[in-house]
């Protein structure tokens, strides 16, 4: 019997690489992955083709590559066929390099596993800093199973980020038009599918997935090895978070926002964090603790107490840095986004493991983790 042939479809920093590695530790289940365009994996359809390309000359001629492309995914589903489904990622885009793309998955009774990120914000963010000539400029990997050091951008405000917006969300509605009517679908939120404390799929999404795929419901063993290398909170990713929420505060993309009534409250803030975080990251650390200073003195936000506390550490105040962090952790009343981002700010700073330890510590307890040997 062959297996199930399915088809993960997604714009690009979606959630579907770790989608991917969580079918994939599910035993009846083979992913490949993106097919295109590597040439890296034999699995790769690039590289099938350049086989079939030296056995005859002929099939490099571009109008016969619809129907080589049918004859790859007929062998990636043979070669699984001790599997009891077959999936391959394809990304919008690559979806349109090809003429009729879809409509020979079509063909082939794939199904969809169509995944959307709602916060397209985030999404743009984490797309623009893995574009490659970013990640080496930040050396910082694509995927990951470690904390990474966190880095700020600006992005788009005004009516260039409402455009922006109106841009991808048209996007992805065509998509979703274009699959519902013409496969059996499974559409899944980037915000519901990953369940932090498992490091695997939502249950109950993962089972509706099963069903789609007609593999036997399994619990054990199943979960990603993969470590998400962005915050989670906008107003860690954006260096410029004051302006974005100044641009999308009462539109209907306010909800993008990490907390829209009380963001627009805190603009002096975020902008005073905005501009400690400069000074951090050229280590005027005096300009950037007056900065912290009187953000504390303006808000009960934990970040600039957090900030203040790592300030301290690296300069060797050590019991007044681990009491500012302490502060800080309280302050976030168990928000594990917030924790999170502590965690991989100590893991990342550059501070020695005995200087970062016990506000690691602090950290690590709220989170309910135990501290490493």
Known sequence: MNPTPFLVLAEPRSGTTF??????????????????PGLDKDSDFHHWWAGRVAENPEDILLPRVPYLFSDYLAWLQAEAKDAAAVGVDVKYYQAEWMPH???IFQRRDFKVLHVVRRNLLKRYISATLHVPTMRQK??????????????RIPVPAGPELIQLLERMT???ERYRQLVAANFDVLEMAYEDMVDPAANSVERGLLERVYDLLGVKNREAGIFSTMRKTNANLLRHL??????????LHGTPWQDLLDSPDYDRDNAAVHEMVNQAWEHLSK?????ARDLLDQAMAASDMPEPHFLS?????????????????????DMAKGDRDILNFYRIMLNTSGLTEQSAAPALELVQAALGEQPAD
């Open 238 to 247: 954006c260096a410029n978070y004051a302006q974005v929420v100044e641009t």
């Open 138 to 151: 930040l050396d910082r990997p694509m995927h990951t199973g470690h904390d990474v050091r966190q880095v």
């Open 170 to 172: 048209a996007n992805v």
């Open 101 to 103: 793309m879809l409509e």
């Open 309 to 329: 506390g790592l300030t301290s550490l690296v300069l060797g105040l050590r019991d007044q840095g681990i009491e500012e962090v302490g502060r800080a952790v």
């Open 19 to 36: 989608l991917n590695s969580v079918l994939r530790s599910h035993p009846d289940i083979v992913v490949h992955g993106e097919i295109m």
């Open 283 to 287: 280590h005027r650390l005096d300009q």
